[in-house]
T-cell receptor, first 113, second 113 residues
Framework: SQQGEEDPQALSIQEGENATMNCSYKTSINNLQWYRQNSGRGLVHLILIRSNEREKHSGRLRVTLDTSKKSSSLLITASRAADTASYFCATDAGRNQGGKLIFGQGTELSVKP | KAGVTQTPRYLIKTRGQQVTLSCSPISGHRSVSWYQQTPGQGLQFLFEYFSETQRNKGNFPGRFSGRQFSNSRSEMNVSTLELGDSALYLC????????????FGPGTRLTVT
């Protein structure tokens, strides 16, 4: 079963604009991760934010985490056509669940040149 | 380091047959997880192996099984294939027991006819 929802399901923007994707989850977590997937290929890890962190940056990526609202957002600044992909949030499954990740349904981002 | 490799990349099978998929993790990684991705259900956790032991299993029927070898390579097997087993099967590896970022392979696209 899915941990939560991602919003929006699809997003279309022009190159140079910012893209914001949101993720909500249902249970307490230790960390939340964001992954990118290009057209039915494998997932690429983007960033991991721990439950005691509120914000994290990596290059053009900015992730926020609000554990009180059980939500996270991914901001991609100055988007490029190469950012076109599906973006997934993933949370750990809880104590004693090892490396099991629970993924959201994903946001399909299209960046037009 | 070489990334996660999966073989074969594409597979077409007939209902009732069985299939074995293979995954070689990144060198030094001891944890291997498998996920099924379909348009309807999204990314769903199948199982995780660490040091040849299954640590966690998702909510899939017993037709889905896996194993890990002493060199950390992993295989998953699906017996008595059904049309609904058509999916992208993704393997991911991570260094150890904690929930680190996971490194995904390109996937095996299985089509059941």
């Amino acid at each position: 079963s899915q941990q939560g929802e991602e919003d929006p399901q699809a997003l279309s923007i022009q190159e140079g604009e910012n893209a914001t994707m949101n993720c909500s989850y249902k249970t307490s977590i230790n960390n939340l991760q964001w992954y990118r997937q290009n057209s039915g290929r494998g997932l690429v890890h983007l960033i991991l934010i721990r439950s005691n962190e509120r914000e994290k940056h990596s290059g053009r990526l900015r992730v926020t985490l609000d554990t009180s609202k059980k939500s996270s957002s991914l901001l991609i600044t100055a988007s490029r056509a190469a950012d076109t992909a599906s973006y997934f949030c993933a949370t750990d499954a809880g104590r004693n669940q090892g490396g099991k990740l629970i993924f959201g349904q994903g946001t399909e981002l299209s960046v037009k040149p | 380091k070489a990334g996660v490799t999966q073989t074969p990349r594409y597979l077409i099978k007939t209902r009732g047959q069985q299939v074995t998929l293979s995954c070689s993790p990144i060198s030094g990684h001891r944890s291997v997880s498998w996920y099924q991705q379909t348009p309807g259900q999204g990314l769903q956790f199948l199982f995780e192996y660490f040091s040849e032991t299954q640590r966690n299993k998702g909510n899939f029927p017993g037709r889905f099984s896996g194993r890990q070898f002493s060199n950390s390579r992993s295989e998953m097997n699906v017996s008595t294939l059904e049309l609904g087993d058509s999916a992208l099967y993704l393997c991911a590896s991570s260094p150890g027991l904690a929930v680190y970022e996971q490194y995904f392979g390109p996937g095996t696209r299985l089509t059941v006819t």
